[in-house]
């Protein structure tokens, strides 16, 4: 069995934690690489971000929420099944270096985007606020993974059932006011957020970096999908990304084309919940 799931845990509502073993993307990944894989043969490709690594054991770490087809389809595999396929380690690792303050500001399922690079940044010597949002608080994933690499962890749900009611930008917004001076800003999550993060950093001159999740189909940077607009120019997120600088970043073109098959994608769900009631399975 190749790809075989050799753990699996449930992080919250819909969101899965798995570790597959890949041994030589183990070998090679980066902290802000990412994979993509297909669940069976009849599957899409999706990326995934890796979100941590053992080479010893030869695994990978992967966390996913399940928002369609084949998310839903890959959180019904458990501990020993196998991934048909897996293609990385992909795109670029996150240049770590020590800037001093680093914020990560990430909402839903954007803590997997980042929590292997932010801790490669802890572990450079920057000192770590990390802002973490959802719409409440069963959504909020990797709360206890993140504050054990954060010096401050600070909370916003839409909801106010934990910390802060309100949204990450808010939180962002008072502690750069309360004069705390930071120096690089990383988020990742809804596009509508980092559009927001960037908006407010932006007026204050603070380096940010977006990890941006368009569309990808190959990864290798062959059939276009993943193209994003940055700083004017046409950049490919599986090859040029998937980090950019938040400043240059045309984020309504962004939101525009990751919903482009939106219709297709809900009836997509619907077939498959139906093929699962009468029984037809995957
Ligand atoms: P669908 O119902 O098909 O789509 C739901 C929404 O997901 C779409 O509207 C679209 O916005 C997005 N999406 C659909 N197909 C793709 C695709 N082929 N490529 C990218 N986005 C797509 N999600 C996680 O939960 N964890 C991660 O670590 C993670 N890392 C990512 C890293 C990168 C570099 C990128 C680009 C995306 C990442 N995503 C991650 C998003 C994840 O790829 C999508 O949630 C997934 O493809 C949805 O597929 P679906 O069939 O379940 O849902
Ligand atoms: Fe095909 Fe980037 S995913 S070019
Ligand atoms: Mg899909």
Request: hydrophobic letters at 40%.
């Amino acid at each position: 069995m190749i790809n075989r799931i050799i753990k699996k845990e449930v992080l919250g509502e819909k969101i899965k934690r798995i570790e597959v073993e890949a041994p030589l993307i183990a070998n090679k990944a980066l902290p802000g690489q990412f994979i993509v894989l297909r669940v069976d043969e009849k599957g899409e490709r999706i990326p995934l971000t890796i979100a941590g690594k053992d080479i010893e054991k030869g695994t990978i770490t992967l966390i996913f929420q399940e928002v369609g087809t084949t998310t839903t389809k890959l959180g019904l595999l458990g501990e020993g099944d196998g991934i048909l396929n897996i293609a990385g380690p992909l795109g670029n690792p996150v240049e770590i270096e020590k800037y001093g303050t680093v914020c990560i500001v990430v909402g839903g399922v954007g803590a997997a985007f980042v929590y292997w690079m932010a801790k490669a940044f802890r572990d450079k010597g920057n000192y770590i606020i990390t802002i973490i949002g959802a719409r409440n608080k069963n959504l909020l994933i990797l709360e206890n993974e993140m504050a054990e690499i954060s010096d401050e962890l600070l909370i916003a749900t839409d909801d106010g059932s934990k910390g802060v009611k309100g949204f990450t930008t808010d939180v962002l917004q008072n502690v750069i006011i309360s004069g705390k001076k930071i120096d690089y800003v990383l988020t990742a999550g809804p596009i509508v957020m980092m559009k927001k993060v960037s908006d407010i950093t932006r007026r204050y001159s603070i380096k940010t970096v977006a990890s941006l999740n368009p569309i990808m189909i190959d990864g290798t940077g062959m059939c276009g999908c993943c193209r994003v607009s940055v700083g004017g120019k046409v950049r490919f997120a599986c090859v040029d990304g998937p980090d950019f600088d938040a400043h240059s970043v045309d984020f309504d073109e962004l939101l525009k084309r990751t919903s482009l098959y939106k219709p297709y994608e809900e009836e997509s769900l619907k077939r498959f919940y139906h093929r699962c009631k009468i029984g037809l399975g995957q």
